[in-house]
Nanobody, 124 residues
Framework: QLVLAESGGGLVQAGGSLRLSCTASGQPFSSYVMAWFRQAPGKGSECVSVIGLGGERVHSADAVKDRFTISRDNAKNTVYLQMTGLRPEDTALYYC?????????????????RGQGTQVTVSS
């Protein structure tokens, strides 16, 4: 089983930045395509960004494309989401998810494992 633990969320003013981290344990991290999702209150989950096994950026939602950057460090078993230019509409629970060898359609909300999430709140 792959265990995922997110950190780095918090309260930030509009226009600010945060970097989220998701650290994996339990199985070889490098075998998993990774993604960040978010879920705002009363809304469904949205796949924000996806990164491939080798660090290639596979997907970025239109709403965050020019502001959020996903990256990974396989040596540290960690995937990051650097968020800049934050807006109140970015307020959500952010969680990371993993697909073994990419065999789950992350952009369609499918994954093999997910973390509990970290809350991001952006004030106006």
């Amino acid at each position: 089983q792959l265990v995922l633990a997110e950190s780095g969320g918090g309260l930030v003013q509009a226009g600010g930045s945060l970097r989220l981290s998701c650290t994996a344990s339990g199985q070889p991290f490098s075998s998993y395509v990774m993604a960040w999702f978010r879920q705002a209150p009363g809304k469904g989950s949205e796949c924000v960004s996806v990164i491939g096994l080798g660090g290639e950026r596979v997907h970025s939602a239109d709403a965050v494309k020019d502001r959020f950057t996903i990256s990974r460090d396989n040596a540290k078993n960690t995937v990051y989401l650097q968020m800049t230019g934050l807006r109140p509409e970015d307020t959500a629970l952010y969680y990371c998810a993993a697909a073994y060898l990419g065999r789950a359609e992350l952009t369609r909300g499918k994954y093999h494992y997910r973390g509990q999430g970290t809350q991001v709140t952006v004030s106006s």
